[in-house]
């Protein structure tokens, strides 16, 4: 199985703030890529598919980027609603494997 | 509006059997693709089935031989039989649909999920 690896595990950062998350693919997995929000208590929430397309309706400070094995989740400007776990999740091939998750905290 | 809602959630003892319900509403699973994922406490995510909209499957290798994905488009509802279940099962378990556009299924574009069902494997 493809093993993604994600960082930092967590991270501190204050409203307004540029954040920036990783995700390495244990080989190539060309952009079959999604990157996820998830709050507690609730479902996951697609963000980004097909490694930079913006899901309809997810607020443009969220951008993808990547191809291959490193890919990138940058939040342009942190805003109190945007704390939270993010997770990627390749579909290259079966299983569909997600990252460990980076906790986005306020500083 | 598109909606999926789980249900069959519960206590059972290690090596029994549950089936969960995923029920759709404002589209049909007959069309779509469905997978199932789950989340133990305080973990990551974990994909664990899908079925495609010409019945295909596919499965994790953590589930497969007991795990079973169908479908029952009648009752638009698709459905994950679970036997021999292992403590290491105990998961909340959603289901949710995969993200269509332009003649392209985005198999890891998850867009729509259900609240999500809770099951505990124990003794």
């Known amino acids: 199985a493809i093993q993604m690896t994600q960082s930092p595990s967590s991270l501190s950062a204050s409203v307004g703030d540029r954040v920036t998350i990783t995700c390495r693919a244990s080989?190539?997995?060309?952009?079959?890529l999604g990157w996820y929000q998830q709050k507690p208590g609730k479902a996951p929430k697609l963000l980004i598919y097909?490694?930079?397309n913006l899901q309809s309706g997810v607020p443009s400070r969220f951008s993808g980027s990547g191809s291959g094995t490193d890919f990138t989740l940058t939040i342009s400007s942190l805003q109190p609603e945007d704390f939270a776990t993010y997770y990627c999740?390749?579909?290259?091939?079966?299983?569909?494997?997600f990252g460990g998750g980076t906790k986005v905290e306020i500083k | 509006e598109v909606q999926l809602k789980e249900s069959g959630g519960g206590l059972v003892q290690p090596g029994g059997s549950l089936r969960l319900s995923c029920a759709a509403s404002?589209?049909?699973?007959?069309?779509?693709?469905i997978t199932w994922v789950r989340q133990a406490p305080d973990k990551g995510p974990e994909w664990v089935s899908i079925?495609?909209?010409?019945?295909?499957?596919y499965y994790a290798d953590s589930v497969k031989g007991r795990f079973t994905i169908s479908r029952d488009k009648a009752k638009n509802t698709v459905y994950l039989q679970m036997d021999s279940l292992r403590a290491e099962d105990t998961a909340v378990y959603y289901c949710?649909?995969?993200?269509?556009?332009?003649?392209?299924?985005?198999?890891?574009?998850?867009?729509?999920w259900g609240q999500g069902a809770m099951v505990t494997v124990s003794s």
């Open positions: 079925i495609y909209s010409d019945d295909s499957t």
């Open positions: 949710a649909s995969v993200y269509w556009t332009n003649g392209i299924w985005y198999i890891g574009a998850l867009d729509v």
């Open positions: 404002g589209f049909t699973v007959s069309g779509n693709y």
């Open positions: 999740l390749q579909d290259y091939n079966y299983p569909l494997t």
């Open positions: 097909a490694a930079s």
């Open positions: 080989q190539g997995i060309r952009n079959n």
